[in-house]
């Protein structure tokens, strides 16, 4: 946390560069690991700076808005459980983002970006019983 914090503040505007975190972090990794901040927020404001954190974290914000709003329009009980489901998946892949870097996992991101898929397209399944 320490080393992205100094990167971000060395340039709190555009940041270090999207992947560019190992050129600044002291600590010593093996060849097939990359340095995270293990928090989207702080690894965005070292790698985007602020301008790039605004916009990157507004697309999760939009997305996770759009779902609740989803779930709320939604009128059909079975369809507003699964809504519920996976507004609640989102919102607790977006938590662990806080901690790990699983946005930056390849299972997890398939996961992920297959829920908010499926959110979108659940309307196709109204009215089949």
Do not use: C
Request: hydrophobic share 50%; net charge neutral; glycine share 10%.
């Amino acid at each position: 946390y320490i080393d992205v914090w100094k990167a971000f503040l060395d340039y709190p505007f555009t940041g270090v560069g999207f992947g560019n975190l190992s050129y600044y972090s002291k600590f010593i990794l093996g060849p097939d690991l990359s340095p995270s901040a293990h928090n989207i927020v702080l690894g965005a404001l070292g790698e985007l700076g602020l301008f790039g954190t605004i916009f990157y974290l507004s697309i999760f914000i939009f997305i996770g808005r759009k779902i609740f709003l989803l779930y709320k329009a939604e009128k059909e009980d079975n369809l507003k459980i699964l809504r519920w489901a996976l507004f609640s998946s989102y919102v607790g892949g977006m938590l662990h983002t806080l901690v790990e870097p699983t946005l930056e996992g390849l299972q997890f991101s398939i996961v992920f970006w297959a829920i908010i898929a499926l959110n979108f397209k659940l309307h196709l399944f109204k009215g089949n019983n």
